[in-house]
């Protein structure tokens, strides 16, 4: 994994970018802090790659690798998945039965939007796409939640590379970058889903607490 990780960090353009998110989307793990971050911080220091085509391309790359899961989950169904979980390979993915029922509970809690709000939640942002496919939810709102969950969470790593830019001008390789983002994806990722979650809870009570209103 470090000579990938090194192989990335040496060769980053978008390509690369598109490549490894869409790996990092399906079951295969990558960290997406090894990508945007230091990918955002190159379009800020140079002339090679543009931040917002940054955000696009990795946007674009992690709907295919959540595609990837969703029509796996969908054509293989619930005991396969499981079964692959299991074994020695869905084990080498970083993959168990444990973390398989812990995004379909996610899931089955949260509903369609899960897929926006899943995509910011750590060990489950790269499997909220499989009970998706499991339940067989329609293709146009897993896409759509899908785009916008990760437009999201790329976009906050994009801020953090552009900030690594500003604030950290001895920054030198966007190794140095990729570590620095990893100290504070995870906090600012929970930031993040916590005030989504909490706009969306307001919304839904907008939506259907009048009428409860009316009703009683």
């Known amino acids: 994994m470090e000579e990938i ?5 040496e060769n980053l353009d978008y390509w ?14 990558f960290p997406s802090e090894v990508i945007v971050p230091p990918a955002a911080w ?9 931040i917002y085509l940054v ?41 168990d039965e444990k973390k398989m029922a812990m995004a379909e509970e996610y899931f089955r809690k949260h509903g369609s939007v899960s897929t926006l709000v899943g995509r910011l939640v750590p060990a489950v942002r790269q499997l909220i796409s499989i009970p998706a496919g499991i339940a067989k939810m329609k293709m146009g709102p897993f ?17 953090i ?6 604030a950290l001008p ?14 504070y994806s995870t906090e600012i990722g929970w930031t993040i889903f916590f005030i989504v979650a909490a706009a969306v809870v307001w919304m839904i009570y907008k939506k259907y607490g009048n009428k409860i209103d009316i009703e009683e």
């Open 55 to 95: 955000v696009i391309v990795a946007t674009l790359g992690a709907d295919l690798g959540a595609l990837i899961n969703y029509w796996l989950a969908r054509w293989l169904g619930r005991p396969v998945m499981y079964k692959f979980a299991n074994s020695r390979f869905g084990h080498l993915c970083l993959l």
């Open 16 to 29: 690369v970018v598109f490549l490894f998110m869409a790996i990092e989307s399906s079951f295969i793990p």
């Open 143 to 159: 896409l759509l939640y899908t785009t916008l969950g990760a437009g999201l969470w790329n976009s906050v790593l994009a801020v």
């Open 161 to 166: 590379g552009c900030s690594i830019s500003w």
């Open 42 to 50: 190159l379009a800020m220091t140079g002339d090679k790659m543009n």
């Open 170 to 183: 001895d920054i030198k390789t966007p190794a140095d970058v990729a570590e620095v983002a990893g100290h």
């Open 5 to 9: 990780i090194r192989w990335v960090l």
